[in-house]
């Protein structure tokens, strides 16, 4: 499997649509909260104005044993046959394309919610028909639906959907800020996810054993540094104010930067930490992110992690 859909999908054409679905269907309630309110800037089809924290899919499908308005009236079962989680979702197109050697394609929030990744496996069961396994390809090559990052997005181990979130607006996503949460893992998740008081969040949270948590949609702005959340992706790392990384928690937040990078076309140079991001404007700045990266509170000391991790 990959994943599509969505304003960051930008392996659908701005005005591509849907195989199952039309622009009549925005105005129907059953079908109108897949899609966003309004379509994301300089786009007119229903691929990109998917939500992208919704649960659909798309297969190839055989409309002579699945027919098109079976299909739209459908809820499959998809399942991560490797940890066992399943969710109900609602296909809404044709694909992937043949050459990328995939069978299916996911929403990344039902990627996320599954724990999967570009070309794992995964079951999918409509109505009583049989389940059908997505076999792993053996290449990246974009075509159709799905990601041409070379990176695989790191493993997810639970997206905690965070209310303190706002849509970009079309925005685009051009760096990077890391951050320590200055407390434990079950204190930051809990105050992520508070409506009251500060409001923050951010959109991954990496523990000190290497695990990551999803707390905010990409394609969603998250409140994690004033100023700059428009425009990037929040990284929150657990440790005290002079904690370093842990070797496990390294080897994630690298692998993660290195999926980032790559999936949406940021500069290297564009990877700071909170006090240094550019346009950070909160009064009197910050510790954060401490000692995480480096003895010296500076971005210098940022940047030559980067440099030696990712």
Not at 19 to 40: E, R
Not at 171 to 183: F, R, W, Y
Not at 215 to 227: F, L, P, Q
């Amino acid at each position: 499997m990959s994943t599509f859909g969505g304003p960051h999908d930008l392996g659908m054409a701005a005005n591509e649509d849907l195989a199952l679905f039309t622009k009549a269907d925005l105005q129907n309630p059953k079908y109108a909260y897949l899609f966003l309110p309004t379509p994301p800037p300089g786009t007119s089809g229903l691929g990109r104005r998917l939500n992208p924290d919704r649960y659909y899919f798309a297969c190839r499908w055989n409309y002579a044993e699945t027919p098109k308005e079976f299909l739209r009236r459908a809820l499959a079962r998809v399942e991560n046959p490797a940890n066992g989680r399943a969710v109900d979702a609602r296909p809404v197109d044709w694909g992937p394309h043949p050459s990328t050697g995939r069978v299916a394609d996911l929403s990344p929030g039902l990627a996320a919610a599954l724990g999967l990744d570009t070309d794992d496996i995964v079951r999918i069961t409509i109505s009583a028909r049989r389940a059908i396994p997505v076999k792993p390809s053996l290449k990246m090559s974009r075509a159709g639906h799905g990601s041409s990052n070379p990176h695989a997005k790191p493993v997810i181990k639970q997206f905690i959907k965070s209310p303190n979130c706002s849509y970009r607006n079309g925005a685009s996503i051009d760096k990077i800020v890391l951050h320590c949460t200055e407390g434990s893992l079950s204190s930051a998740l809990a105050e992520f996810q508070k409506t009251d008081g500060r409001q923050v969040s951010a959109h991954y949270v990496i523990d000190r054993n290497g695990d990551i948590y999803q707390m905010v949609s990409d394609s969603d702005r998250s409140n994690h540094c004033m100023g700059a959340n428009q425009n990037s992706i929040g990284i929150e790392h657990v440790g005290s104010e002079t904690d370093s990384l842990t070797a496990a928690q390294a080897a994630a937040s690298a692998a993660l930067i290195r999926w980032l990078l790559e999936q949406y076309h940021i500069p290297r140079t564009n990877i700071f930490g909170h006090d240094f991001a550019s346009g950070y404007s909160r009064p009197g700045g910050t510790s954060c992110p401490d000692r995480l990266f480096g003895p010296v509170h500076s971005q210098a000391t940022v940047a030559a992690w980067v440099e030696a991790n990712v």
